[in-house]
C-alpha cells in the first residue's frame, strides 16, 4: 500500500504547493511549453515537419506535445516560440501592480485546498 502525501493546493502554482523551490520557473516554463505544444497541435503540420523547422528530432516534438517539461529550459521553450512565429512581449509591472498581486496572494493562502497524492 502506498502513502498519500499530504499537500496545500496553491491555487496558481501547484510546484510551490509541493514545495518547489524553483516553483516561479516551472509555472513560467509550463506556460510556455502548453504555447509551444498549441502552436504545433494549430499548425496542422506533422511531427516530421515540425521537428525539420525546429531542427530537432521527431521524438522531441513529440515531448514538446505531450509536455514533458523537465526535457526543456526556458530558454529553448522561447526560441521554438520565436522560430513558430509567436512574438512574445514583455512588458515592465509598477510596483503598484506588484503589491496589488502580492495583496491577491495573501488572500489566496487563507483559502488553499487540501489534496493528497500517493507516493
Given amino acids: 500500500m502506498t502513502k498519500a502525501a499530504e499537500y496545500e493546493l496553491d491555487e496558481d502554482n501547484i510546484f510551490a504547493a ?5 516553483a516561479d520557473e516551472f509555472v513560467a516554463r509550463s506556460e510556455l511549453l502548453d504555447e509551444v505544444g498549441d502552436l504545433i497541435e494549430k499548425s496542422g503540420l506533422t511531427q516530421h515537419e515540425v521537428a525539420k523547422k525546429l531542427g530537432i528530432k521527431q521524438s522531441k516534438v513529440s515531448m514538446l506535445v505531450n509536455g514533458h517539461l523537465s526535457e526543456f529550459s526556458g530558454d529553448i521553450l522561447l526560441h521554438y516560440l520565436a522560430i513558430l512565429g509567436f512574438r512574445l ?31
Avoid: H, Q, Y
Wanted: net charge positive.
Fill in 18 to 22: 509541493i514545495g518547489r523551490k524553483d
Fill in 89 to 119: 512581449i514583455l512588458k515592465k509591472i509598477s510596483w503598484i501592480r506588484v503589491n496589488c498581486v502580492k495583496d491577491a496572494e495573501n488572500r489566496m493562502k487563507k483559502t488553499k485546498k487540501t489534496f493528497r497524492i500517493k507516493s
